[in-house]
C-alpha cells in the first residue's frame, strides 16, 4: 500500500492515507489537522466511518495475530504471485 | 442517524455503529465465558496501561530482533495471573510476532503457572473489541471511555465439545462442530478464518464481530460492489483497510 497510484486512484485517497498515518502514529499534533482535511472534503459522516474503518482493521489483527489462523486456500490461490513477488509469505499472520 | 458531540461540534454517527459500541462496552464489564465482568475490565485496564507505554520489558522486547530471548517481569496494574498478564502485554504490544510456540508455553505452563487455553483466547477477544473501541474513539478526537463498574456475577465456563487444534495456534470451533449447546456465530457473521479465530470462546466471535460489522461492514457487504454501505466508498474504505493492516503489521 505504498503505492502513491494506487492513493490517486481513490477519491480523496491522500487525505484518508494522511488519517491512518495520523491515527496509528497518535501524533497528537497532526491530528487535528487531518481530521480537519476529511471533513472539510468528504464531511462529518465519512470521517465518522472513515475513523471506524480505521478501528476495524486496527482491532482484527489482535485475533489474527493472536490466534495464528492461517489465509484461507481461495485468499492464497487468488494472491499466489502477489505474495511471492513481495516475499510477504516471510511475515507470520 | 443519532450525534456524538466532539469538542463541541456535534457529528453524525450511525444509530447501529452507536448501539454496537454500547453493547460492547456492556459486555466488557459483564461475566464471560471464563472470566468474571471484574477480571475482563482488569484486563481492559492492563492493556490500556501497556498501550500507554508503561512496560519497560515490552518496550525492551519491542525493540529486540528476537524478542522471546528478553527475559523479565512485567509492569503490571493488576492483580491477574502471570500468564495472563504475560498474554496481555504480547498481544497488545507485538501481536505480529506471536508463535504457536509461545501460546502453548502459557497453556501448558512451565516458567509460570498454566493459563487455560480458553482464558487466553477470551483475553484475545477482549483485547480486540478493546482495541476496536479505543481506536474508534482516537481517531475521533474523544478521550478514552471511563472504565464502567463491573456487572456481578459467574463466568458461563462452557467449552464447546467440537474444539479442535486443526487450524489456528489454538483450538477452535468448525462449523460442522457446533454442538446443540454452543452458541453458533457462523450464521450470522460468516464462518472464514477469521471468524473461527476465537471460536474455542464462540460468545468472543458474536461480541467481536456484532460490533465489527458496525465498524467495516457485513460479512455479505463486503463485496457488495453494487451498493455503498456508508458514507465512504467501498474503494476508500478497502485503502483505508489495506494502509492500516499494513501499519500493524497484518497479512491475514
Known sequence: ??????????????????????????????????????RENMGDAAF??????????SAVVKIADGAGIPLEDFKEEATRDLRAELSINDFQS | MTEIEISGVMLPMRESLAREVEVAWNRLASPGTWWTGAERLAIVAEARAIGAGDCGLCQQRKAALSPYTVAGVHDSTSDLP????????????????????????????????????????????????????????????LPPRALPAPIPGEPSRQRPAGAKRNLAYVSTLAPEDV??????????????????????????????????????????E???????????????????????????????
Open chain 2, 222 to 252: 463486503i463485496r457488495d460492489f453494487e451498493h455503498d454501505f456508508r458514507a465512504i466508498s467501498h474503494a476508500q474504505i478497502e485503502l483505508i483497510a489495506g494502509r492500516t493492516s499494513a501499519l500493524n503489521g497484518c497479512y491475514y
Open chain 2, 82 to 141: 502471570p500468564a495472563a498478564v504475560e498474554a496481555i502485554h504480547r498481544i497488545v504490544t507485538d501481536a505480529g510476532r506471536i508463535t504457536e510456540r509461545w501460546i502453548l508455553s502459557l497453556i501448558e505452563g512451565g516458567e509460570m503457572p498454566a493459563l487455560e487455553e480458553t482464558k487466553y483466547v477470551e483475553i484475545i477477544g477482549v483485547i480486540a473489541v478493546l482495541t476496536g473501541l479505543d481506536k474508534l474513539h482516537q481517531g475521533l478526537g
Open chain 1, 48 to 57: 465518522v466511518d472513515a475513523c471506524a474503518t480505521i478501528a476495524s482493521f
Open chain 1, 1 to 38: 500500500m505504498t503505492d502513491d497510484g494506487a492513493v490517486d486512484s481513490v477519491a480523496h485517497g491522500e487525505i484518508l492515507m494522511n488519517l491512518v498515518a495520523v491515527v496509528h502514529g497518535g501524533n497528537l499534533g497532526e491530528m487535528a489537522s487531518a481530521r480537519r482535511a476529511v
Open chain 2, 179 to 220: 454442538g446443540p449447546e454452543d452458541p453458533n456465530p457462523y450464521p450470522l457473521h460468516g464462518d472464514k478464518n477469521i471468524h473461527r479465530g476465537v471460536s474455542l470462546v464462540p460468545q468472543e466471535v458474536f461480541n467481536f464481530f456484532d460490533l465489527d460489522v458496525e465498524l467495516y461492514l457485513k460479512d455479505h
